[in-house]
């Protein structure tokens, strides 16, 4: 599967980012929900072995989900509940358990149908679906980290792959807060990182969104509020749609503020 190679890739820009952290840097807060680097890489290494597990095993997939499930029930919140799977590992001990862990699950979905049915934490799908999910989270999660730092990412063609979960989530947007979308969606003219055109839907001149293709994944991956970059929308649709995208599973959930998320500025 080219997703799988993709999210090794991603997995290996981002283990060089954080490779010259101290430990006192993994304790930084980010502006993700005040997360720090910790809080970060705890979730992405938790969230990795469990779809590992979800083709290895799935039963074991099961139960380490479900005392997840336990512990967040029980008052934690997400974040607390995968610190505990963890036993707070944190600093440079953390960052080899993920990375080892984003290796073993990039291998093990290289060689996996990309047709399989795999459990997940919401409805099943696609061996496939599972590591693009996974690759999104890295990039979403790890640009909270790239901002922290003050470093502007390089992003490469892997992306595309975020733009199409963007795509494919345009209907279950809407229907995920209980309205029904407004029309089909619009088109899309993305500058990709190599300067070239990604373009899909149909081309509407009263419903278009122009634009850089990594504007365009920060928003539905809500990295970014719409206001913060310099995507162009035509059209009642488009505005629509960008100011509450959600590629990612799970209740409905707000994009961040107006110029809260950002590439911090260095100190005076």
Request: hydrophobic share 40%; proline share 6%.
């Amino acid at each position: 599967m080219q997703q799988a190679h993709d999210f090794a890739e991603e997995c290996r820009a981002v283990e060089d980012l954080i490779a010259p952290l101290e430990p006192a840097d993994f304790l930084r807060r980010t502006q993700f929900k005040d997360w720090t680097v910790n809080h970060v890489f705890q979730h992405l290494a938790v969230f990795d072995r469990l779809a590992l597990l979800s083709v290895r095993d799935p039963e074991t997939f099961k139960m380490e989900w479900a005392r997840i499930e336990r512990l967040w029930s029980d008052g934690r919140t997400l974040c607390e509940a995968t610190e505990v799977v963890l036993e707070g590992l944190g600093g440079a001990e953390l960052r080899r358990v993920w990375a080892d862990g984003a290796r073993d699950l990039a291998d093990e979905f290289a060689r996996t149908d990309p047709r399989l049915r795999v459990a997940w934490v919401g409805p099943g799908m696609s061996a496939r679906s599972s590591i693009t999910a996974r690759l999104m989270e890295t990039w979403a999660h790890a640009q909270a980290v790239y901002d922290m730092l003050g470093q502007r990412r390089v992003n490469g063609a892997r992306i595309r792959n975020i733009v199409q979960l963007g795509v494919n989530t345009y209907d279950w947007t809407f229907r995920n807060r209980g309205t029904e979308a407004p029309g089909p969606m619009p088109g899309l003219r993305l500058t990709a990182p190599d300067g070239t055109l990604w373009c899909y839907g149909e081309p509407r001149d009263d419903a278009l969104i122009e634009g850089l293709a990594e504007e365009f994944c920060m928003v539905v991956a809500q990295t970014r509020n719409i206001a913060d970059t310099g995507l162009r929308m035509t059209g009642a649709a488009a505005r629509q749609w960008m100011a509450q995208a959600q590629c990612f599973a799970g209740p409905p959930h707000d994009p961040p503020a107006p110029g809260t998320r950002g590439i911090a500025r260095p100190p005076v």
